[in-house]
């Protein structure tokens, strides 16, 4: 399976300012664009509780599985358009992968992302790197080791720029 994190950070390396930001607040629309376009070329997301939250609903032609410690895996809720799950990062991808996923986008938060980059199971970042600078906020991740990358592509965005990346 490819898992491809997409990430919208500030130029100081934050994917927010304070808890519960959306991006929407501080993004360009052409990575709104771009986000869009390439989680429904993925087909299958997976973000965190708190992401989730700031989104507030379904998006509209992709598979949506929402993260949090706040289910059980026996209940493992289905409301409509969003999967809920509290299985492990590793247990997760077994299951997509039994299920015939072939692609994931990996799509916030910071525990999300550490969590997947941790596993060793990510293959390609996208960042796009907004123009503003927070000072304090939330890291794009915390707790893993070093991770080199390798610079597929970049070019602008909106007055950012996006960014391709594997992982070294």
Known sequence: ?????IAAISADGKIGQAPGQ?????TSKEDTRFFVEKTKEIGTVVMGNTTF???GKPLKGRRLI?????????????????EFTSESVLALVARLENEGVTHLAVCGGASVYSQFLQSGLVNELFLTVEPVLFGEGIPLVSGIGRIDLKLIESRPLGQGILMHFTIS
Request: aromatic residues 6%.
């Open 1 to 5: 399976m490819i898992i491809t994190l």
């Open 66 to 82: 929402v993260m949090t410690h706040t289910i059980s895996p026996e209940r493992a809720e289905r409301v409509e358009g969003i």
């Open 22 to 26: 959306s991006s929407l607040e501080w």
């Open 53 to 55: 939250k700031t989104f």
